[in-house]
C-alpha cells in the first residue's frame, strides 16, 4: 500500500500557484518524498524529491515540514499543460532497490 | 538519447494467447521495471531488475515472466492473457541506488478480449 494520502482532485486559476499537500506520517528516517505526475494517460514524469531539505527546480518546489510528516508541491505559475494527476511517493527502501509505490494521486485541473 | 522505449503502443489478444511486450532504454541504467496501471487507480509494480541476469517481483507477478539479459532491454512475457491483464503497461528505468529519477516510457495498451 501506498504510504501518502493526498486529495483524490484540485483546482488551480492559470497563472496563480498551486499548491498540492501529502501525507506521509509513518515516513522513516532514510525515506525520500518523491513528486511525479501523469499528463493524460502519458507515462509518469519525474518532478522532484527531497529528503528533509526544502528543493527547488525549473518545475516545481517542494516543502518538507520539519518533522517530515507532511510535504507540499508548489507550481508557482500554473499553466494549462500542468492539469495532470499528481503522484507523491516515499520511495521505499529495501535494500538498494527503486521501488516506487504509487497511490490514486490528486488531479490538478488548472482553469483558464 | 531516445529514452525509454516500448513497443508495441496498442495490443488486442485473445484470451489464452500469448505475447512479449518490448523495453528498451539507452541511458545505461541499472535498474528497470514493469508497472501495470488500470483505469482510475495509480501505477502497480509487477517485476524489476537491478541489473542483468537479475530479476525480482514485484506487488502484482502473477501471469506476468520478466528477464534481463541485457542492460537495454527488459521484456515483459504474459503467458496466457487473461482478461483481467487488460491494462495499461509501463516501463521504467533509473540508475540503480541513492535517490536517482525513474524514466517512464509511453505505455502499452492492453486489451484481451
Redesign the interface.
Known amino acids: 500500500d501506498a504510504k501518502t494520502t493526498q486529495p483524490p482532485s484540485m483546482d488551480c486559476a492559470e497563472g496563480r500557484a498551486a499548491n498540492l499537500p501529502c501525507n506521509h506520517s509513518t515516513i522513516s528516517g532514510n525515506e525520500y518524498v518523491y513528486w511525479y505526475r501523469q499528463i493524460h494517460s502519458q507515462g509518469p514524469q519525474y518532478i522532484i524529491h527531497g529528503l528533509k531539505n526544502n528543493e527547488t527546480n525549473e518545475m516545481a518546489s517542494l516543502i518538507i515540514t520539519e518533522d517530515r510528516k507532511s510535504s507540499t508541491l508548489i507550481l508557482p505559475h500554473a499553466t494549462l499543460r500542468d492539469t495532470a494527476v499528481y503522484y507523491c511517493i516515499v520511495r521505499v527502501d529495501q535494500g538498494g532497490s527503486e521501488k516506487l509505490v504509487f497511490g490514486k494521486g490528486t488531479k490538478l485541473t488548472v482553469n483558464p | 538519447n531516445a529514452g ?1 522505449t516500448q513497443t508495441p503502443k496498442f495490443q488486442v489478444l485473445k484470451t489464452g494467447q500469448s505475447m512479449t511486450l518490448q523495453c528498451a532504454q539507452d541511458m545505461n541504467h541499472e ?1 528497470m ?1 514493469w ?1 501495470r496501471q488500470d483505469p ?6 509487477i517485476h ?1 531488475s ?1 541489473g542483468a541476469g537479475i530479476t ?1 517481483q ?2 502484482v507477478p502473477n501471469g506476468y515472466n520478466v528477464s534481463r539479459s541485457t542492460t537495454e532491454d527488459f521484456p515483459l512475457r504474459l503467458l496466457s492473457a487473461a482478461p483481467s491483464q487488460t491494462s ?1 503497461y ?1 516501463c ?1 528505468s ?1 540508475y ?2 541513492g ?9 502499452t495498451r492492453l486489451t484481451v478480449t
Open positions: 525509454v535498474y521495471s508497472y482510475g487507480m495509480g501505477l502497480r509494480l524489476y537491478v525480482d514485484g506487488e495499461v509501463f521504467a533509473s540503480a541506488g535517490s536517482y529519477e525513474q524514466y517512464f516510457g509511453p505505455g
